[in-house]
């Protein structure tokens, strides 16, 4: 801002040593000045991707320059090193070019006549602070880019609509909003869906008490990381806190649409992938089709879920399995159907699903029994030999076999049940 220009008591951070970990207004950073965490572990300042030589105004790791986790101006670059992060008069973060004399990027808090001052906390989050009350005004972490930090959430706030989510970078040189999204669907059981553009491409599964229905894998590293899975009348979401001791850990979307879980091994300096999603073939969405299941160590990944049958056979046999599968043996209305048990599932998509946390796996059954709509059920959480209840009265997609999956019950006309079917 040209006030910056002109007023020549503006304290510039460079006269103090580089180490400091917040600003307070009037202070300012130019390109080329940091902040940095107090333990070191996080460094805030201006960055180029690349071979490019726009900058943008990032958080990144200590100990891995090029692992930036935040970016205040991603679709916006300045063109060369005339930015400059301050607060502004109302409180607010600011970063302006100076040479374009126009305001960049800022963090559009409530305004505010008290002091603030912003801070980057080891965690890598950058609080901005009104200083006399002490309230939070603006966070980083409100507002992830690629990166899922330890503390971070994604999901939504269902008192001010604000959601928590990831977007990948356009290509690994350029950081503005690219293809790929990384959101909770909050909608029937909670799962995080990642999409492509309008499309999806990836579900972790619904929420089953400890972990996502289609990442087993969270089992093996709750040594190092807990995870928490909120559901209440202020916010649905989900979190990850690092143990103590843990090294740094990061969950990252990239520029391929790849989620991956990163932990850093700092003998080697590089990070090692813990887990990434989709995994194979059959984490892709809807592989099969509906009423398909798919099975990664099959010679043919697709077949069709008991008592299905493919809708166009020959497409099927093709390997084109978009249009899945149908009842072969219509249900008869007088109840003459049962379930027919799947073990070792990722459940089918749970968007349209009805959950009820409150009754048993019986009543669940009754009540699918019950209810002609209703074509599967399972358990909502399989802690303690499992309880709740999700129901699903449409296509049952994107069903996949996993190690450590689910229990899922279809139901199927009566003669079905203790027949087989291979194809
Ligand atoms: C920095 O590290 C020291 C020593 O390990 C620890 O006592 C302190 O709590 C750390 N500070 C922060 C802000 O994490
Ligand atoms: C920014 O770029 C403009 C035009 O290319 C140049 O005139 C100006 O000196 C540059 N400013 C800095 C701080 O590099
Ligand atoms: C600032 O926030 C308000 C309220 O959320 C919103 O209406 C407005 O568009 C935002 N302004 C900018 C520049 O993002
Ligand atoms: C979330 O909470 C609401 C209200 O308590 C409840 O009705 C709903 O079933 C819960 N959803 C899940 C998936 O637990
Ligand atoms: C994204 O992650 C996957 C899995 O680790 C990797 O194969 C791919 O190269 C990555 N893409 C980019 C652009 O880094
Ligand atoms: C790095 O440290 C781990 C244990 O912390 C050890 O198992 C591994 O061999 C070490 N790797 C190298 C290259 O030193
Ligand atoms: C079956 O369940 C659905 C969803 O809860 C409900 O809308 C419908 O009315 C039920 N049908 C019957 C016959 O109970």
Known sequence: ??????????????????????????????????????????QLGFFSTGASTNRFLGIWFNEAPQTVVWIANRDRPIYNSSGVLSISENGNLELTDTYMGNTVWFSNSTYTTNPTSVQLLESGNLVLRDLITNGILWQSFDWPTNTFLPGMKIGKNL???????????????????????????????????????????????????????????????????SFYFTNNSDEISFGYSSKPGALPSRVTLNESGVVQRLVWVQNISSWSTFWSGPRDQCDYYSKCGAFGVCNANAATICSCLQGFVPKSPINWYMRDNSQGCVRRVELGGDKAYGFYVVKGVKLPDTHSAIVETIINLDQCREKCLHNYSCVAYSAADTRNGGSGCIMWFDNLVDTRFIDGGQVLYIKVAQSEIGTFLYL
């Open 1 to 42: 801002m040209r006030i910056l220009f002109f007023l020549p008591f503006l304290l510039n951070l460079l006269s103090n040593s580089s180490a400091l970990d917040s600003l307070k207004g009037p202070q300012y950073i130019t390109d080329g000045q940091n902040l940095i965490s107090a333990n070191d572990t996080f």
């Open 159 to 225: 008192k001010t609509g604000h959601e928590w989510s990831l977007a990948s970078w356009l290509t690994s040189d350029n950081p503005e909003n690219g293809k790929y999204h990384y959101t909770m669907d909050w909608q029937g059981s909670p799962e995080i869906v990642m999409w492509y553009g309008t499309t999806k491409r990836y579900r972790t599964g619904s929420w089953i008490g400890l972990r996502f229905s289609g990442i087993p894998e969270m089992s093996t590293y709750q040594d190092m990381f």
